[in-house]
Antibody, heavy 116, light 107 residues
Framework: QVQLQESGPRLVKPSETLSLTCTVS????????WSWIRQPPGKGLEWIGYVFYSGNTYYNPSLKGRAGLLVDSSRSQFSLRLYSVTAADTAFYYC???????????WGQGILVTVS | DIQLTQSPSSLSASVGDRVTITCRAS??????VNWYQQKPGKAPKLLIY???NMETGIPSRFSGGASGTDFTFTISTLQPEDVGTYYCQQYRNLPITFGQGTRLEIK
Protein backbone atom coordinates (compact mmCIF):
# COMPACT_ATOMS: atom_id res chain seq x y z
CA GLN A 1 0.00 0.00 0.00
CA VAL A 2 1.45 3.33 -1.08
CA GLN A 3 1.90 5.78 1.78
CA LEU A 4 2.99 9.42 1.71
CA GLN A 5 4.29 11.50 4.59
CA GLU A 6 4.93 15.23 4.61
CA SER A 7 7.70 16.73 6.71
CA GLY A 8 9.24 20.14 7.26
CA PRO A 9 9.06 23.27 9.38
CA ARG A 10 5.62 24.17 10.65
CA LEU A 11 6.41 27.84 11.19
CA VAL A 12 7.91 30.11 8.55
CA LYS A 13 8.57 33.82 8.73
CA PRO A 14 7.09 36.21 6.14
CA SER A 15 9.29 36.74 3.06
CA GLU A 16 11.19 33.50 3.73
CA THR A 17 10.97 30.14 1.94
CA LEU A 18 8.61 27.33 2.87
CA SER A 19 10.27 23.94 2.37
CA LEU A 20 8.45 20.62 2.58
CA THR A 21 9.39 17.07 1.70
CA CYS A 22 7.12 14.15 0.91
CA THR A 23 8.46 10.65 1.49
CA VAL A 24 6.84 7.84 -0.48
CA SER A 25 6.79 4.28 0.86
CA UNK A 26 5.19 1.05 -0.29
CA UNK A 27 5.59 1.92 -3.95
CA UNK A 28 7.91 3.42 -6.51
CA UNK A 29 8.24 7.06 -7.47
CA UNK A 30 9.03 5.97 -11.01
CA UNK A 31 6.33 6.27 -13.63
CA UNK A 32 4.12 8.62 -11.66
CA UNK A 33 3.24 12.26 -11.25
CA TRP A 34 3.47 13.72 -7.76
CA SER A 35 1.54 16.77 -6.63
CA TRP A 36 1.22 19.28 -3.84
CA ILE A 37 -2.18 20.62 -2.83
CA ARG A 38 -2.89 23.14 -0.11
CA GLN A 39 -5.89 24.11 1.97
CA PRO A 40 -6.10 27.22 4.15
CA PRO A 41 -7.80 26.35 7.45
CA GLY A 42 -11.55 26.16 6.94
CA LYS A 43 -11.30 26.73 3.18
CA GLY A 44 -11.13 24.78 -0.06
CA LEU A 45 -8.40 22.97 -1.97
CA GLU A 46 -5.84 24.60 -4.25
CA TRP A 47 -3.55 22.58 -6.50
CA ILE A 48 0.02 23.88 -6.42
CA GLY A 49 1.54 21.76 -9.18
CA TYR A 50 3.09 18.45 -10.09
CA VAL A 51 6.51 16.97 -10.67
CA PHE A 52 6.88 13.91 -12.89
CA TYR A 53 9.35 11.22 -11.81
CA SER A 54 11.62 12.37 -14.65
CA GLY A 55 11.73 15.87 -13.16
CA ASN A 56 9.28 17.62 -15.50
CA THR A 57 7.08 20.07 -13.68
CA TYR A 58 3.92 22.13 -14.02
CA TYR A 59 3.01 24.96 -11.66
CA ASN A 60 -0.33 26.59 -11.03
CA PRO A 61 -0.04 30.14 -12.43
CA SER A 62 -1.84 31.37 -9.31
CA LEU A 63 1.45 30.97 -7.43
CA LYS A 64 3.01 33.58 -9.77
CA GLY A 65 6.29 31.76 -10.15
CA ARG A 66 6.95 31.36 -6.41
CA ALA A 67 6.88 27.54 -6.35
CA GLY A 68 9.60 25.01 -7.05
CA LEU A 69 9.16 21.22 -7.18
CA LEU A 70 11.92 18.64 -7.19
CA VAL A 71 12.02 14.85 -7.13
CA ASP A 72 14.70 12.59 -5.68
CA SER A 73 13.96 9.06 -6.84
CA SER A 74 16.93 7.60 -4.96
CA ARG A 75 15.35 8.68 -1.69
CA SER A 76 11.73 8.15 -2.80
CA GLN A 77 11.06 11.78 -2.03
CA PHE A 78 9.75 14.87 -3.73
CA SER A 79 9.80 18.38 -2.38
CA LEU A 80 8.12 21.76 -2.48
CA ARG A 81 9.75 25.15 -2.14
CA LEU A 82 7.50 28.19 -1.88
CA TYR A 83 9.38 31.48 -1.97
CA SER A 84 8.59 34.87 -0.48
CA VAL A 85 5.74 33.59 1.65
CA THR A 86 3.08 35.75 3.27
CA ALA A 87 0.32 35.07 5.78
CA ALA A 88 -1.89 34.07 2.84
CA ASP A 89 0.31 30.98 2.40
CA THR A 90 -0.72 29.63 5.80
CA ALA A 91 -2.40 26.31 5.02
CA PHE A 92 -2.45 22.58 5.34
CA TYR A 93 -0.11 21.26 2.68
CA TYR A 94 -0.80 17.82 1.26
CA CYS A 95 1.38 15.74 -1.00
CA UNK A 96 -0.41 13.29 -3.28
CA UNK A 97 0.21 10.77 -6.01
CA UNK A 98 -1.24 12.21 -9.18
CA UNK A 99 -2.17 8.98 -10.95
CA UNK A 100 -1.66 9.41 -14.72
CA UNK A 101 -2.04 13.16 -14.15
CA UNK A 102 -5.78 12.71 -13.71
CA UNK A 103 -6.80 11.73 -10.18
CA UNK A 104 -5.16 12.03 -6.77
CA UNK A 105 -5.35 8.45 -5.53
CA UNK A 106 -3.02 8.53 -2.54
CA TRP A 107 -2.56 11.44 -0.14
CA GLY A 108 -0.32 12.27 2.77
CA GLN A 109 -1.95 13.17 6.07
CA GLY A 110 -1.15 16.85 5.57
CA ILE A 111 1.00 19.31 7.48
CA LEU A 112 -0.10 22.71 8.76
CA VAL A 113 2.39 25.42 7.92
CA THR A 114 1.89 28.81 9.52
CA VAL A 115 3.49 31.95 8.15
CA SER A 116 4.05 34.37 11.03
CA ASP B 1 -8.84 28.36 -15.63
CA ILE B 2 -11.89 26.08 -15.60
CA GLN B 3 -14.27 27.04 -12.80
CA LEU B 4 -16.25 24.38 -10.94
CA THR B 5 -19.31 25.53 -9.02
CA GLN B 6 -20.78 23.13 -6.50
CA SER B 7 -24.30 23.28 -5.12
CA PRO B 8 -25.40 23.34 -2.48
CA SER B 9 -22.52 24.72 -0.40
CA SER B 10 -23.88 22.85 2.58
CA LEU B 11 -26.68 20.50 3.36
CA SER B 12 -28.18 18.64 6.27
CA ALA B 13 -29.93 15.33 5.75
CA SER B 14 -31.19 12.38 7.76
CA VAL B 15 -29.72 8.92 7.90
CA GLY B 16 -31.24 6.89 5.09
CA ASP B 17 -31.88 9.90 2.84
CA ARG B 18 -30.78 10.13 -0.78
CA VAL B 19 -28.34 13.02 -1.19
CA THR B 20 -27.22 14.64 -4.44
CA ILE B 21 -24.50 17.24 -4.98
CA THR B 22 -24.04 19.06 -8.28
CA CYS B 23 -20.83 20.37 -9.82
CA ARG B 24 -21.16 22.68 -12.82
CA ALA B 25 -18.13 23.33 -15.04
CA SER B 26 -17.53 26.65 -16.78
CA UNK B 27 -16.81 24.82 -20.05
CA UNK B 28 -16.84 21.33 -21.53
CA UNK B 29 -14.55 19.04 -19.52
CA UNK B 30 -15.30 15.76 -21.28
CA UNK B 31 -16.34 13.93 -18.09
CA UNK B 32 -12.83 14.52 -16.71
CA VAL B 33 -14.07 15.02 -13.17
CA ASN B 34 -13.33 13.25 -9.92
CA TRP B 35 -15.07 13.37 -6.54
CA TYR B 36 -13.41 13.36 -3.11
CA GLN B 37 -14.62 13.06 0.46
CA GLN B 38 -12.81 14.92 3.20
CA LYS B 39 -13.56 14.10 6.80
CA PRO B 40 -12.65 16.63 9.51
CA GLY B 41 -8.92 16.69 10.18
CA LYS B 42 -8.16 14.24 7.38
CA ALA B 43 -6.86 14.32 3.84
CA PRO B 44 -9.34 14.06 0.98
CA LYS B 45 -10.13 10.57 -0.27
CA LEU B 46 -10.89 9.67 -3.87
CA LEU B 47 -14.39 8.22 -4.31
CA ILE B 48 -15.33 8.58 -7.98
CA TYR B 49 -13.09 9.09 -11.02
CA UNK B 50 -13.88 10.10 -14.59
CA UNK B 51 -17.38 11.19 -13.56
CA UNK B 52 -18.90 7.80 -12.82
CA ASN B 53 -16.26 5.19 -12.02
CA MET B 54 -16.05 4.01 -8.43
CA GLU B 55 -12.63 3.79 -6.81
CA THR B 56 -11.72 0.37 -5.44
CA GLY B 57 -13.12 -0.30 -1.99
CA ILE B 58 -15.67 2.51 -2.07
CA PRO B 59 -19.19 1.55 -0.90
CA SER B 60 -21.74 1.10 -3.66
CA ARG B 61 -24.07 3.71 -2.16
CA PHE B 62 -21.80 6.35 -3.74
CA SER B 63 -22.24 7.10 -7.43
CA GLY B 64 -21.49 9.76 -9.99
CA GLY B 65 -23.18 10.98 -13.15
CA ALA B 66 -22.78 13.50 -15.90
CA SER B 67 -24.92 15.56 -18.27
CA GLY B 68 -23.06 18.06 -20.41
CA THR B 69 -21.19 20.38 -18.08
CA ASP B 70 -23.20 19.28 -15.03
CA PHE B 71 -21.90 16.50 -12.85
CA THR B 72 -23.70 14.85 -9.97
CA PHE B 73 -22.53 12.94 -6.94
CA THR B 74 -25.14 10.85 -5.14
CA ILE B 75 -25.29 8.97 -1.88
CA SER B 76 -28.21 6.58 -2.25
CA THR B 77 -28.72 5.88 1.47
CA LEU B 78 -26.96 8.33 3.78
CA GLN B 79 -24.95 6.80 6.62
CA PRO B 80 -23.63 8.58 9.74
CA GLU B 81 -20.03 8.06 8.59
CA ASP B 82 -20.70 10.05 5.41
CA VAL B 83 -20.40 13.34 7.30
CA GLY B 84 -17.72 15.54 5.75
CA THR B 85 -17.02 17.85 2.85
CA TYR B 86 -17.21 16.70 -0.76
CA TYR B 87 -15.19 18.19 -3.59
CA CYS B 88 -15.27 17.82 -7.34
CA GLN B 89 -12.03 18.21 -9.33
CA GLN B 90 -11.40 18.58 -13.06
CA TYR B 91 -8.37 17.53 -15.05
CA ARG B 92 -9.52 18.50 -18.55
CA ASN B 93 -7.17 21.47 -18.59
CA LEU B 94 -4.28 22.63 -16.49
CA PRO B 95 -4.27 24.04 -13.92
CA ILE B 96 -6.27 21.38 -12.14
CA THR B 97 -9.11 22.99 -10.21
CA PHE B 98 -11.50 21.97 -7.46
CA GLY B 99 -15.02 22.98 -6.64
CA GLN B 100 -15.48 25.03 -3.48
CA GLY B 101 -16.82 22.03 -1.57
CA THR B 102 -20.16 20.87 -0.17
CA ARG B 103 -20.39 20.35 3.56
CA LEU B 104 -22.66 17.46 4.49
CA GLU B 105 -24.11 17.11 7.98
CA ILE B 106 -26.52 14.68 9.58
CA LYS B 107 -29.80 16.06 10.97
Amino acid sequence: QVQLQESGPRLVKPSETLSLTCTVSGGSISGHYWSWIRQPPGKGLEWIGYVFYSGNTYYNPSLKGRAGLLVDSSRSQFSLRLYSVTAADTAFYYCARHFTATMFDHWGQGILVTVS
Amino acid sequence: DIQLTQSPSSLSASVGDRVTITCRASEDINNYVNWYQQKPGKAPKLLIYEASNMETGIPSRFSGGASGTDFTFTISTLQPEDVGTYYCQQYRNLPITFGQGTRLEIK
